[in-house]
């Protein structure tokens, strides 16, 4: 039934709990209307889009409130097109490796959630880049599509599945069964399946409180993985892990690579390695953060000093971070932005990173570690220097081993060492940044070479002599 008694009512704030929304409202005939969006410009839009309509003398579907000219548009709205909405909705709000997981899990689910007749698709791997790279970043961060991947985004735009089909358990099994596997058709890691899982809960749950959907399908699917299983926890492999005299000659062979990137980089891996810090936490740490670098050298000799940590700088992509860097900045892990995590630095810590200040000095913002440009180095520069000392440090029949075969190594390292010297766990997850119960999960590995040492420990216990 058509009309043209429309009624327009005022834009107020949407019902949406964990998102800020704005509600549309009008009223065709007696009955009422209502559309939510995620910002109060795109509500003006649409009213406006409304209003152009009734004042053109366009008749109202009682049913679906909409003009004659716009029924056909809403008809049309497909999970891809809504997939972008929801990236571009979330994007301001989240942090720049939030970002990045994101567009990960609906590339991985949107080439999955197209029609049974849309035949072969385009090359996965273009489609996949094709959609990170442009369709799910704002405007001024795509890049400039290939021809190849340009047709591919032609093609998910055509073939993708009405929203209307969403709301099918069958068909968003099909999304699942999608983040279940790796690209190459084998088996995602559990953590990986349950973080594209949440992102595509999360989308499903956006479109009910935009109104696209009635209810959530995910709600109806028990998710096998978790049953009866905690979160997956990668426990850190023993064979990695250095000694006290193999972490120090190592730290000491960073400098020997090159004639500045290894010396520049020295009291960086002496940071996680005595320090037990994250890669992303040396990159954000600052004088300011370091109590003992004011005073002379005797003052300091001997003596214990402080890293109040306060930032971090995750290598996360240009494409992804608001400052358009490679490194985004921010708050540490598992903390409140303006929380500050107290580290121990011991007298050797303190030494080392008294002694790159003076040679090496900070940046203009105070930052320690930094290439001749002033940017935070790279993860992939890190491991290539670590990768030359230890030709350095370690004898030939130790090079093809796992032992320090990756940066994260020192800092696994350092936090088995306080554990195996009898630092009391609480103790010692304070200054690692980490829970008891994760620390108990994760470092449950030996020293190398410290095997013997044990065995002897447990020899006296049961000697009967």
Request: glycine share 6%; proline share 5%; hydrophobic share 40%.
């Amino acid at each position: 039934m058509k009309t043209y008694r429309v009624r327009f009512k005022e834009i107020r704030p949407g019902k949406a709990k964990k998102k800020r929304t704005w509600e549309l409202r009008w009223v065709v005939d007696t009955k009422e209307h209502s559309e939510t969006y995620v910002n109060k410009e795109q509500a003006k839009n649409r009213l406006s889009d409304l209003r152009q309509a009734a004042k053109s003398g366009e008749a109202f579907d009682t049913v679906t409130g909409l003009p004659d000219s716009l029924v056909e548009a809403e008809a049309g709205r497909t999970w891809f097109e809504f997939a972008k909405v929801y990236a571009l909705a979330y994007w301001p709000d989240v942090a720049a490796n939030t970002r990045d997981a994101m567009s990960e899990a609906l590339a991985t689910v949107t080439p999955a959630l197209v029609k049974e007749d849309a035949g072969e698709g385009p090359d996965p791997k273009v489609l996949r880049e094709a959609l990170r790279s442009v369709a799910f970043l704002p405007e001024d961060r795509r890049a400039e599509p290939s021809p190849e991947m340009a047709e591919a985004l032609r093609w998910v735009e055509r073939w993708s599945l009405p929203m209307a089909e969403m709301v099918r358990v069958d068909v968003v099994k099909v999304g699942l069964a999608a983040v279940a596997l790796k690209m190459d058709g084998s088996k995602a890691a559990t953590n990986t399946y349950r973080r594209k899982r949440a992102v595509f809960f999360n989308a499903l749950q956006f479109a009910v409180d935009l109104g696209e959907i009635d209810e959530n399908p995910l709600t109806k699917i028990k998710a096998k993985r978790k049953r009866g299983r905690k979160k997956a926890v990668k426990r850190v492999d023993r064979r990695t892990l250095v000694n006290t005299r193999q972490g120090r000659e190592l730290v000491t062979a960073v400098s020997y690579v090159g004639r500045s990137r290894g010396p520049m980089m020295r009291a960086l891996f002496a940071c996680m390695y005595y320090g037990a810090l994250r890669p992303e936490e040396t990159a954000g740490l600052r004088d300011t953060d370091c109590d003992f670098l004011k005073g002379d050298d005797e003052e300091w000799r001997g003596r214990w000093g402080t890293m109040n940590l306060a930032q971090t700088r995750p290598e996360v992509g240009k494409r992804w971070t608001d400052s358009g860097e490679v490194h985004d900045e921010r708050g540490l892990k598992h903390r409140d932005d303006d929380d500050v995590r107290p580290v121990p630095a011991s007298p050797i810590l303190v030494r080392i990173l008294r002694e790159h200040v003076a040679m090496f000095g900070t940046t203009s913002d105070g930052r320690l570690f930094r290439t001749r440009s002033g940017k935070p180095f790279s993860y992939s520069a890190i491991n290539g220097v670590l990768q030359e000392a230890r030709k350095f440090a370690f004898p030939p029949d130790r090079l093809d081993s796992l032992l320090a075969n990756n940066p994260y190594s020192l800092r696994h390292a350092a936090v088995s060492t306080q554990l195996n010297a009898g630092v009391s766990p609480q103790n010692v997850a304070e200054r690692a940044g980490q829970s008891v119960e994760v620390l108990f999960q994760v470092y449950a590995g030996c020293l190398d070479g410290d095997t013997e040492r044990m065995n002897k420990l447990i020899e006296e216990i049961f000697d009967d002599d």
